[in-house]
């Protein structure tokens, strides 16, 4: 278990988005590497920007796959259209296209 959701470990769960803005709803995902630990991902880089992680995600049918070097961002958003993963959140976000909430 992280000491914090905003700084992933190897283990724990995150939501996989391929698209910024969001054009479908998250895909579960598993950290298997932190690839870059730098930042926090939590708005205040330190330093530079958030880390970069290693991914095995989930499809509805339950067919995984590999994803690699995707950032993990934590109250920001991504500025450019990447794919990003962020910690889950209590509730599913209220459409495909929009932005996680803190509710």
């Known amino acids: 278990m992280a000491r914090s959701a905003t700084r992933p470990i190897v283990g724990m769960d995150v939501w996989y988005f ?3 803005p969001p054009t479908a709803y998250p895909q579960a995902a598993k950290v298997v590497n ?3 630990p730098a930042g926090s991902g939590f708005g205040i880089p330190l330093p530079g ?3 970069v992680l ?4 989930w499809n509805a049918a339950g ?3 590999a994803v690699t070097g995707v950032p993990f961002y934590y109250g920001t958003r991504p500025a ?3 794919a990003w ?3 889950p959140r209590v509730n599913m976000p209220a459409s495909p296209t929009s932005w996680p909430g803190n509710n």
């Open 18 to 20: 391929s698209a910024a």
């Open 63 to 65: 067919t995984a796959a």
């Open 49 to 51: 920007a958030g880390p």
């Open 85 to 87: 993963c962020t910690m």
């Open 54 to 57: 290693d991914l095995v995600t």
């Open 34 to 36: 932190v690839a870059t």
């Open 80 to 82: 450019t259209n990447i």
